[in-house]
């Protein structure tokens, strides 16, 4: 085998976040983000992302890229090199851009067996991965998922969106089980929260454009919270962009850090330019990417 390339696409979720690891439906939507991968045999396995500040021969990115090659059939160790324009631990699905990248290069035949592979690799990751990540990263587009029904596109078409990064790095796998000990320990009320959740995703995949999410981003935001899944740095995040004019905002993603998304046609500069005076990084993006 020599040298081959593979490509995968970051993530925003819309709506839904947490509440699709227990059935109900999540919107979200492909990112003009990704990560391209070439990968070749080597006597060692190593991973190298320059953009992530990541170079290791042992650990988690090289467990998940030897998980990805067994559920495909392929022996022997690797090298990837990637080039990734998606930023790490930001909630935007750079580990599922990189693991359905990597199926793609180690020779994946179709969508669901990239997707299958690439599960693999996320489950090294974040233990319980719900499936929307790698189901974007390979798909693109915007959509509705569920882990019952899978992946059911939308025809919505593109829209812009500026996302807010907190510089506070998140982890999906502890996130998760935060809310599953909630789930124990109150478990009406979690599950009405996460029901809610779900709800608003139904009710934003029925908007006719995207200035209908707005409204929806900020309940969610608000019951995420109730999650205890904000921190007050992802709150402010939410009030500058609201203050100068967003729609909606909310963090998006496992939460606990990471980043937040604002809804704002037409003043998309203007919000970014808010969290920049207040020392955030932020950029514009098209989401429903194909």
């Known amino acids: 085998m020599t040298a081959t390339v593979g490509t995968g696409l ?19 939507g492909a990112l003009a983000l990704g990560v391209r991968v070439r990968v070749e045999p080597a006597p060692q396995p190593r991973v190298v992302v320059p953009a992530w500040g990541l170079a290791v021969d042992d650990g988690a990115a090289v467990a998940a890229i030897a998980a990805i090659a067994a559920a495909l059939g392929r022996t022997g160790s690797f090298a990837v090199h990637a080039d990734a324009t998606v930023p790490s631990r930001a909630g935007l699905g750079s580990s599922a851009a990189l693991c359905v990248a990597v199926a793609r290069a180690l020779g994946a035949a179709d969508d669901a067996a990239t997707e ?11 233990g319980n991965p719900s499936g929307i990540d790698v189901a974007l990263a390979t798909r693109g587009g ?13 025809a919505l078409p593109s829209f812009a969106l500026v996302i807010g990064l907190s510089g506070e790095p998140r982890d999906t796998a502890a996130r998760v089980a935060d809310v599953a000990r909630q789930r124990t320990s109150r478990p009406a009320e979690t599950d009405r929260l996460l029901g809610e959740l779900g709800a608003l995703a139904v009710a934003g995949a029925g908007a006719h454009d995207a200035t209908g999410l707005g409204p929806l981003l900020d309940r969610a935001h608000e019951l995420l919270a109730q999650l205890g899944l904000t921190t ?29 998304l ?29």
């Open 142 to 154: 915007l959509g509705l998922f569920s882990r019952g029904s899978g992946f059911t596109p939308l």
């Open 232 to 260: 007050p740095t992802l709150d402010r995040l939410c009030a500058l962009a609201r203050a100068a004019g967003a729609h909606g905002a909310k963090l998006t993603g496992a939460g606990g850090g990471g980043a937040v």
């Open 262 to 290: 604002a809804l704002a046609p037409g003043r998309e500069e203007a919000i970014a330019a808010a969290w920049r005076a207040d020392g955030f990084t932020a950029f514009i993006v098209d989401v429903g990417a194909a």
């Open 10 to 28: 970051g993530k925003v979720i819309l709506l839904g976040e947490h509440a699709v690891v227990y059935g109900h439906p999540a919107l979200a």
């Open 116 to 126: 299958a592979a690439a599960q693999a690799g996320e489950q090294v990751f974040h």
